[in-house]
């Protein structure tokens, strides 16, 4: 588990506060209304390489399941359509 680099007699941050602060840098890292900079670019592909060594099952599942949705999107046979109107 992550330390607090500010108090390093600190315990250990607990899985929950890990967890929100990872969903709050992945979810703002690659903002396109923002601008897209190098270091984020960086830090999602760490985030990836992060996940592939520790999780690998999870990665291929879920990059095979984008690949095959962007392969029926690409094809005509996407079962997914947006909203009408939309």
Do not use: H
């Amino acid at each position: 588990m992550a330390r607090d680099p500010e108090t390093p007699d600190a315990a250990p941050a607990s899985p929950a506060k890990d967890i929100a602060e990872s969903a709050a840098e992945n979810t703002l890292a690659l903002n396109p209304l923002v601008g897209m900079r190098g270091q984020d670019l960086m830090a999602a592909g760490a985030n990836v390489m992060r996940t592939l060594a520790s999780q690998p099952q999870m990665l291929a599942k879920t990059w095979m399941g984008f690949a095959s949705e962007m392969g029926a999107i690409m094809t005509g046979r996407a079962e997914l359509a947006p909203a009408r109107g939309d």
